[in-house]
């Protein structure tokens, strides 16, 4: 439990302007405590080593003595629209104008349309649009027939009084994600990333790359946090600041301390990963291709049979000749009898019938060669391969007869009889399947008989016919795509997330200056602003208090006084 | 047949625990604050954290898989992502109030999971081929942790709005009961803060606007730094799922329903986030925003699973209309 004064101290939640008021006598009695505690381990010597590591630091520093508050104020944010369609209006009265007045209203121009892009109400107000248009676009079925919504949303009887399939064709919502007004408003919040970028954080750099220097102490005290500290030395502060991690300027009186300055920047970089993920998305949605097939087992196909280009940047590469085998398409199962995984052994050959490559793929694992990527995503039942009576092997096509989600079933039918038009109802045996595992068999009279693995070469009698299941054959449901949009959207993914992680940083400023033997130090901060008062109401208790200080009577004086 | 004893004594363990801590808190609410029962109901929570970790062990160590792959287990791994950050600052030595909103909010999860609604859930299942790869324990996890932040963030600016509209809130508690559990926890930060203020400071008069104004600053600085964080992890997890998708479904964007409403989530915060840079929008309105944000989360990860559409369908139950 601290004691109360150090409490009151190391408590954030206190109030700057009462600490101002009443901070002399407990921070004296606090000093004290923490001195007498500090002292035998004392900085004392170290401290003297590092003490000319400031000034070193110091001559490095700019010689910059502006203050910065904040930046400095953007232009003006103008009314939205009405910017714009000003800048728009002007723009025919340019020709006529001469050269140089043509060009400074289209600077005017543009200088407004950016401030009205990086307008934070409208940038806001565009992600809520966004965020409303998705919504809309999970509740609302996508992708379905225009009958359809004709159906859901009638004219006569309209949902919620008033939407009809008007309001939702229209404007595309049956298709939202791809519909023009959704695609205008990424657009348009990514000229406003843009226009943002450069209008209000770059600006932000210019001031927070320059060391500033004050030398008013109030400018100091004015700061978020602020202090002073009786009998202190500005190099022991300085030391102390940097063992907590800030990098420290000293010059004459006075110092400069900052900490996190990548948290400052982060947030452009944020900006600038999102524009590279919509670029990278935009290149994916015009310049890619995809397709997908079934194929049976022990089959092939030539890749550019499949793909279909999805948009008008869309070139086919020469790797589209390659012939893509199907060597095996196996399942693989849990005690259960659950499928835990699906297995297709593929094989590339090129023009010249060479194997270029070869790869078993499986969900979650896909094939990847100049630029197309192979995924295992279906599968199928395509024939089942039987014996009857030693006869055979005979290939059965299954059918399949139900598909209700990801349950499957298929079926095959032997004729036992010969059929001819004078016996149109042919007896035989039915097969059935729910996957490459087991099949189940009924007799020409729909009675069920057994289940037979593929894989136990066991026959089954079914009406006097010894029937033998040598091999059950899938087929294999791939996706094919090129997407040459991928890299970029992986850069601009690995971007994000290391933006966003440094964007979590605060960037913290201390402003500090020796004033006779009182330091007055101030500091602020940009996120952290709890945190960053703790921090520093520990950092300053750990000041030593010079003891024999020139000025000691003065300052003895002073401290009784208040 | 051991680990599932296990886990069913882990999961009683905790439950009851929590229980125990809740009605510590009530007490301490209610009656006075004692300084053993403070005590207990930290260790309580201590408890708690080791029988939940436990649970989860024993369920990768019996299923081979990290135990994320259903609803139960991802509610169970929500309550174990709330006690991580109600440990966090405990670490770190600094103060706040953060474990007001995590005790109940662990509790409200770890209730909901071992209630009888998902029982047909408690046993662990078998991995369906999408889900096997090494991306499913860096996206779930992630999206959980994110979740739990961002719940405990939003719950923390929807304190501040209630104990600034208090009075409006009042009126309306007359009317509504089930508001009265949640002002409850909400009043529990105000009083103890206030008490706290008191003890702390008692040479300073005590104005109670001053106190509200001051907790409000806290709960808004507080809530900004703890969804920043929690929107770190969202993003990390959104984008971790988008390379698991490319890899598992052939695209690394579908414009599935799951991962829609994680973007809507993550526009929510992004908006937060930007909001707050506006002075005069800082507090109440970031606030409103932020718990607008509460609830797009329940949607998201709750909404979507029970509507049982789109390609995130794994391991829940669906609405029997279908």
């Known amino acids: ?562 | 047949m051991l680990f599932a004893t296990l886990e069913h004594i882990l999961t009683h363990i905790s439950f009851s625990t929590i229980s125990i801590v809740i009605t510590i808190h009530l007490i301490t609410l209610l009656v006075r604050e004692l300084r053993g029962l403070r005590d207990s109901s930290e260790k309580g929570m201590i408890t708690t954290f080791f029988s939940i970790t436990g649970f989860l062990v024993s369920r990768w160590v019996s299923s081979g898989h990290f135990p994320l792959s259903n609803l139960y287990e991802s509610l169970i791994f929500l309550s174990w992502a709330l006690y991580i950050l109600h440990t966090i600052p405990k670490i770190q030595n600094s103060k706040n109030d953060l474990s007001t909103i995590t005790t109940p909010s662990t509790i409200l999860t770890q209730g909901f999971a071992t209630s009888g609604l998902l029982t047909e859930m408690h046993q662990s299942t078998i991995l369906v081929p999408a889900l096997q790869s090494q991306w499913l324990m860096m996206h779930v996890s992630m999206m959980l942790l994110s979740y739990a932040t961002l719940l405990c963030g939003s719950l923390l600016s929807a304190a501040l709005l209630i104990i600034r509209f208090r009075k409006n809130f009042d009126f309306f508690l007359k009317k509504k009961k089930n508001i009265l559990l949640k002002t409850f926890f909400f009043s529990e930060i105000e009083y103890l803060y206030a008490k706290r203020s008191a003890l702390k400071k008692t040479s300073f008069p005590a104005f109670p606007n001053y106190y509200k104004y001051q907790l409000t600053e806290r709960l808004d600085s507080w809530s900004y730094r703890v969804i920043s964080l929690g929107f770190t992890l969202l993003t990390i997890g959104i984008l971790c799922g988008a390379v698991w998708a490319n890899e598992a479904w052939g695209s690394y964007w579908n414009w599935d329903p799951k991962e829609t409403w994680a973007f809507i989530t993550w526009t929510i915060f992004a908006i937060y986030l930007h909001s707050r840079t506006n002075p005069n929008w800082k507090g109440t309105n970031s606030a409103l925003v932020a718990s607008i944000g509460f609830l797009i989360i329940w949607i998201c990860y709750f909404g979507i699973n029970l509507l049982g559409i789109g390609l995130h369908s794994y391991g829940s139950f669906t609405l029997p209309s279908k």
């Open chain 1, 1 to 562: 439990m601290p004691s109360p004064a150090s409490y009151l101290l190391l408590n954030p939640a206190k109030p700057f302007s009462l600490r101002r008021l009443s901070y002399t006598p407990p921070r004296l009695h606090a000093r004290r405590l923490h001195v007498s505690c500090d002292a035998p381990r004392g900085s004392g010597r170290s401290a003297g080593g590092r003490r000319e590591a400031i000034p070193a630091g110091a001559r490095q520093a700019k010689k910059q003595i502006v203050f910065f508050d904040a930046a400095p104020p953007v232009a003006q944010p103008q009314q939205g629209g009405s910017a714009v369609e000003k800048g728009a209006s002007e723009k025919p009265t340019t020709k006529e104008g001469g050269g140089n007045a043509a060009l400074a209203l289209l600077r005017r121009a543009t200088k407004k349309t950016l401030a009205a892009l990086s307008n934070l109400p409208l940038a806001i107000s565009e992600m809520f649009a966004i965020a409303a248009l998705m919504a809309l676009g999970t509740v609302i079925d996508q992708g379905e027939a225009p009958s359809y919504y004709f159906e859901k949303f009638p004219e006569d009887n309209p949902v919620f009084g008033f939407i009809t399939w008007r309001w939702i064709l229209t404007p595309g919502f049956d298709h939202m994600f791809s519909s023009p007004v959704f695609l205008g408003l990424l657009a348009l919040l990514a000229a406003s990333l843009m226009a943002c970028t450069y209008t209000t954080q770059l600006p932000m750099v210019k001031v927070a790359r320059r060391w500033s220097f004050t030398h008013s102490g109030e400018r100091i005290k004015k700061q978020e946090f602020s202090d002073s500290l009786p009998r202190a030395s500005i190099q022991d502060l300085g030391v102390i600041l940097m063992g907590a991690g800030y990098e420290v300027f000293t010059k004459g009186p006075s110092l400069y301390a900052f900490k996190g300055l990548a948290g400052r920047y982060a947030p452009i970089g944020v900006h600038l990963a999102m524009l590279f993920i919509m670029a990278g998305a935009t290149l994916s949605a015009t310049g890619s291709f995809k397709g997908s097939v079934d194929v049976p087992q022990g089959l092939n196909f030539v890749i550019g049979d499949v793909m279909k280009p999805r948009g008008v940047l869309s070139v086919a590469p020469d790797v589209f000749n390659t012939e893509v085998h199907v060597n095996r398409f196996y399942m693989e199962y849990y005690d259960s009898g659950e499928v835990s995984q699906f297995y297709s052994d593929l094989s590339l050959f090129n023009l010249d019938g060479k194997e270029v490559m070869r790869k078993t793929i499986k969900v979650n694992d896909p094939l990847r060669y100049g630029g197309i990527t192979i995924y295992q995503t279906d599968w199928g039942f395509s024939a089942l391969q039987v014996k009857k009576n030693g006869e055979g092997p005979f290939n059965l096509a299954m059918a399949p007869l139900k598909l209700n989600g990801d349950k499957k079933l298929y079926g095959t039918f032997l004729p036992l009889e010969d059929s001819d038009s004078s016996n149109p109802s042919v007896k035989g045996i039915s097969m059935l399947a729910r996957d490459l595992q087991s099949i189940v068999l009924y007799d020409q009279d729909g009675k069920f008989v057994g289940v037979r693995r593929p894989s136990s070469k066991l026959p089954i009698e079914i009406n006097g016919n010894e029937i033998l299941i040598e091999d059950a054959i899938g087929s294999t449901g791939l996706d094919l795509k090129t997407d040459p949009g991928v890299p970029i959207v992986y850069a601009g993914f690995g971007a994000l997330m290391l933006t966003t992680c440094i964007s979590y940083l605060s960037h913290s400023q201390i402003w500090a200056l020796q004033d006779g033997s009182t330091v007055v130090v101030g500091g602020k901060t940009n996120r952290a602003k709890l945190e960053f008062s703790e921090e520093m109401n520990r950092l300053l208790d750990k000041v030593p208090e010079l003891i024999g200080a020139n000025n000691e009577n003065v300052v003895d004086c002073k401290s009784t006084a208040t």
